[in-house]
């Protein structure tokens, strides 16, 4: 017997168009959003932007003579 999944448990295939309408179904179930922080996107924009600001301080603090 085949099973599936969806928000609500985990549930018996019945028919054969079930089957059918399970293989169309994404392989990851959809999470529930708690307000956090999307994880979605993609984090080599946040890296490089991160890169970005360590080079302007090092500038700024070379600038300035603090090192």
């Known amino acids: 017997m085949a099973w599936w999944r969806d928000g609500w448990g985990i549930h ?12 169309a179904q994404p392989a990851t179930a959809p999470r529930a959003r708690t307000g956090g922080p999307r994880d979605d ?12 600001l360590v080079a302007v301080i090092a500038m700024l ?3 300035l003579g603090l090192l």
Do not use: A, N
């Open 41 to 52: 996107r993609p984090q080599y924009l946040e890296h490089v932007l991160g890169w970005v």
């Open 61 to 63: 603090v070379t600038q």
């Open 12 to 23: 018996p295939v019945t028919s054969d168009l079930c089957e059918t309408h399970m293989t």
